[in-house]
């Protein structure tokens, strides 16, 4: 009986020995994760950063791995350097805001136009810049003058956009084709309105 109880306290220690193992593993692995995600908010991050990974290139690192996560956790966990560190991470948040809200604007200025531009482009990828402002000026019988006024609210606000190696040519743009910018269930985006019409590009 004394052996039976020896041999479970002894898997029960075994086992306890791998838990405390795999759980001091994971938290280095999340301690390498946090450190990753701070570096991106610190210079002197980056610079030591790049400055081991040049090393490590070359064959010839100026530290050990263990030395150079101790190093950037000592950078990182610095009085000023982690005030900078939370001032940026707050700047970011801030455009990220901003960001989120102009896109929400967008996309609400889109509810207004976004079926007439889906049928003004069809199938088509691209159009031409006088092949746009005719459609627009057919599909809302308006004069060029109108077009032209409309085509730059669309531009302004992302419903369309002018192609990368083709300024004259013009594309559905990213708040219409991208499930990003939609607000709520009831928004459609390119892609789904030309399935809804059974139309493929």
Known sequence: MGEFLQAIGGIFLFGLLIYIMMQYQS????????????????WKAKEFIREYSISTRNENPIMSKDNYNKKLSEIL?????????????????????????????????????DIEIFEIFGTNNR?????????????????EIWAIEVMNIWLENNLITQCYNNKQMYKVGNVLEDSFYKIDEEDIIRNEWLKKQDLEF
């Not at 102009?102 to 200025?109: T, V």
């Not at 159009?127 to 004069?143: A, G, H, P, R, V």
């Open 27 to 42: 938290n280095k692995e999340e301690l390498k994760k946090s450190n990753r995600e701070l570096a991106k908010h610190s």
């Open 127 to 143: 159009l031409s810049k006088s092949e746009l402002l005719k459609s627009i000026t057919l599909k809302y019988n308006k004069n």
């Open 77 to 113: 966990n610095n009085p000023e350097e982690r005030k900078l560190i939370n001032e940026s991470i707050i700047r970011d948040r801030e455009y990220e805001n901003r960001i989120k809200v102009d896109n929400k604007r967008k996309r609400k200025i889109g509810y207004k136009y």
